[in-house]
């Protein structure tokens, strides 16, 4: 069974960096195939997808955000680590990390199961 | 980047009654590789989303068979046969064929 949780600040100032954590478990990110993404949602906004990486650590960004996104992996702690620069009042929401189902290894299939999600307010 | 476009923004439905989603793509979502990553999800109140279908008409493990999916191209439907009261929630269609990845705008499916 995979599952997956965010982890960390509930509240930063502007300008502060964004610091999440998922952690999961039920499989590897050294596995080939495997890959976790993030992805946030506005308070009653729609789900934007942020960016993912790939066991082999390959990475992709939303192209937006992509100047203030970093996403590396620990394979060894099973932690996939999101930060996010600059932060500023509108991106507070609720942010989600997901096991990504791909296919031939690298198409996005599916995002499932998802953690419950972290709600991050910015404000000073 | 391919836009999604889900309408109507809100189905509110009578229990029992059918409801239906429409999500069309600003471009074809069929992949070089001959599949279409397209994919439906459901988030209750509170909840996390929830995956419903994949690939256009695959319903995930345990979904409930009133939930159904079809479309080609651009153009693409959920559909939910029977409304239940545990059906309450958004609905979201999202395309994994191209980066970035995109989501629909959402559609709520209430109760009338």
């Known amino acids: 069974q995979i599952t997956l949780k965010e982890s960390g600040p509930t509240l930063v100032k502007p300008t502060q960096t964004l610091t999440l954590t998922c952690t999961f478990s039920?499989?590897?990110?050294?596995?080939?195939?495997?890959?976790v993404g993030w992805i946030r949602q506005p308070p009653g906004k729609a789900l934007e997808w942020l960016a993912l990486?790939?066991?082999?650590?390959?990475?992709r960004y939303s192209p937006s955000l992509k100047s203030r996104l970093t996403i590396t992996k620990d394979t060894s702690k099973n932690q996939v680590v999101l930060t996010m620069t600059n932060m500023d009042p509108v991106d507070t929401g609720t942010y989600y990390c997901?096991?990504?189902?791909?296919?031939?290894?690298?198409?996005?299939?599916?995002?499932?199961?998802w953690g419950q999600g972290i709600v991050v307010t910015v404000s000073s | 980047d391919i836009v999604m476009t889900q309408t109507p923004l809100s189905s509110p439905v009578t229990l029992g009654q059918p409801a239906s989603i429409s999500c069309r793509s600003s471009?074809?979502?069929?992949?070089?590789?001959?599949?279409?990553?397209l994919s439906w999800l459901q988030q209750r109140p509170g909840q996390p989303p929830r995956l419903l279908i994949y690939?256009?008409?695959n319903r995930f493990s345990g979904v409930p068979d009133r939930f159904s999916g079809s479309g080609a191209g651009t153009d693409f439907t959920l559909k939910i046969s029977r409304v239940e009261a545990e059906d309450v929630g958004v609905y979201y269609c999202?395309?994994?064929?191209?980066?970035?990845?995109?989501f629909g705008g959402g559609t709520k499916v209430e109760i009338k």
């Open positions: 997901a096991h990504i189902r791909l296919e031939r290894f690298w198409i996005v299939d599916y995002f499932h199961p």
């Open positions: 039920g499989f590897s990110l050294s596995t080939t195939g495997v890959s």
């Open positions: 990486i790939y066991w082999d650590d390959d990475k």
């Open positions: 471009q074809s979502l069929v992949h070089s590789d001959g599949n279409t990553y």
């Open positions: 690939k256009i008409s």
């Open positions: 999202v395309q994994g064929t191209q980066f970035p990845l995109t």
